[in-house]
């Protein structure tokens, strides 16, 4: 007993020293056309430019939070340093004859290598010969390719689940593949087509969204949110009741009480009643991206037209508008 | 081609229309087909087109305005016939009118 009180008294002048825990930063990414704009997440300011060429798409951030990939014109591989705020690599899939390209794009967790979904196009004897989309594994410091594995012909995005130990494939229906072994092999496959669900899950936000990739997706009835546990693997489907509303990506608040979608209206979802709870009309018109801030006051809506605008998410008036440099993709969230 | 008839030709430049067509081969079939079933090459993805309208009733669902939806059509080439071909023809246009609302003006592109 008397050796616990010494322990919890250790304990305590510890946790004195140490102070109050750092505030967390939240530093958003505007992707867009030719540059990745910084917003300031508390004073929502643009506070710098990264030129990357090209039209931006997939992101990818490693764990360490220090390196962020970005695909362009469905080619090229990016990597920003975020401390520099400057590309320090890019990596080409065009050459030796061939054009490459990428609709899929995740980071093993080591983050040396990624895994891509590639589709291949050439010419021979004057006719155009296009590969299926391939799942490559890349090693990200030489552009070598490691291994890959054909995939049907409707896979499109991927993310890696279970300590990148799986691929989720998403296309028609969700493929399931093991690349734990040395040959990787699809080994379980989600029907989706069959349950007349239409995908596009361009847009995730796994670890802004507490490791959930979530997408919305649309049935002849209903919207659903399609959630992926990247820890476990877990496929979780959440119809939602009533008339659909329209949204090209959705996210969760940070306590998953509700979501938020996007696309001319911000969108917020009740997940205790899968039911709309509000729809506010963007003025500025219609965002690709939506994200939130970590405290969940603060809703972004970007990409699509050149602004992003802030709202309140208690009140759901727009705070601020930001005029972006350029028309975007997407917007990031990364928390220091 | 096909062997089954629907219509039959009557006069001499039906006849030789058809005569042209002996012979051939299949050179278009539909997607659903497959494989590969799904468009390749340009639109690469599946998407059935559902941002055309999911919904029962108003509001439809296209883009407000259009133009901010410009880019995502292009780079992917979503929209290959309306707007710049970024996969093949035009990979850079997102240079000369990064902002489509204000570089309209600059836009090449056949």
Redesign the interface.
């Known amino acids: 007993m008397k050796n616990r009180w010494k322990a919890l008294i250790a304990m305590t002048v510890l946790a004195a020293l140490a102070g109050p825990p750092a505030e967390a930063k939240d530093m958003f990414y505007y992707i867009g056309y030719g540059v990745i704009q910084v917003i300031d997440g508390d004073t929502d300011e643009i506070v710098a430019d990264i030129p990357a060429e090209g039209w931006l798409r997939e992101t990818a951030l490693t764990r360490d939070k220090r390196y962020l990939y970005v695909t362009a014109k469905r080619h090229l591989i990016h990597k920003v340093d975020l401390e520099a705020r400057k590309v320090v690599d890019t990596l080409d899939l065009n050459g030796d004859g061939w054009d490459r390209f990428v609709y899929g794009f995740d980071l093993a967790p080591d983050g040396k290598t990624a895994y891509l979904s590639v589709r291949g196009r050439t010419t021979e004897g004057g006719e155009v010969v296009v590969t299926p989309p391939r799942l490559t594994q890349m090693d990200l410091k030489t552009g070598k390719t490691l291994r890959t594995l054909e995939l049907p012909w409707d896979v499109a995005t991927l993310t890696t689940v279970k300590d990148g130990s799986m691929v989720y494939a998403i296309g028609k229906d969700l493929y399931k593949i093991d690349v734990s072994g040395k040959e990787m092999k699809i080994v379980e496959t989600y029907p989706m087509y069959e349950k007349q669900m239409n995908f596009l899950p361009f847009w995730n936000y796994s670890w802004e969204n507490g490791g959930i990739f979530m997408a919305n997706y649309y049935t002849p009835e209903l919207m659903g949110l399609l959630g992926i546990n990247k820890e476990t693997g877990e496929i979780t489907d959440t119809p939602l009741n009533g008339i659909p509303v329209f949204a090209y990506s959705v996210i969760y608040s940070p306590d998953k009480k509700k979501a938020y979608g996007v696309m001319d209206e911000l969108n917020v979802i009740d997940l205790t009643t899968n039911t709309y709870e509000a729809i506010v009309v963007n003025h500025e018109g219609t965002a690709y991206g939506i994200n939130v801030s970590t405290d969940g006051l603060k809703v972004y809506l970007a990409g699509g037209g050149s602004t992003l605008t802030i709202y309140d998410t208690k009140t759901l008036k727009p705070l601020k508008v930001l005029q972006m440099a350029t028309d975007g993709m997407d917007l990031r969230r990364v928390t220091f | 081609m096909s062997n089954k008839k629907t219509i039959q030709a009557l006069n001499e430049k039906a006849k030789a229309i058809e005569a042209l067509a002996d012979g051939e081969t299949e050179t278009v079939r539909a997607l659903q087909d ?5 468009p ?2 340009c639109t ?5 087109g ?2 055309t309208n ?4 108003y ?1 439809v ?1 296209n ?3 259009s ?6 059509c292009a ?2 080439c979503w929209w290959p016939a309306q707007t710049p071909d ?3 023809n035009h ?2 246009m ?2 000369q009118c ?5 570089d309209w003006r600059k836009m090449k592109y056949d």
């Not at chain 2, 690469?44 to 059935?48: G, P, Q």
């Open positions: 497959g494989p590969p079933g799904m390749a090459g690469t993805v599946f998407d059935t559902w941002e999911p919904r029962p009733t509001p669902g883009c407000q305005a133009a901010r939806d410009f880019h995502g780079g992917d970024g996969l093949t990979p850079d997102d240079q990064p902002n489509v609302a204000r």
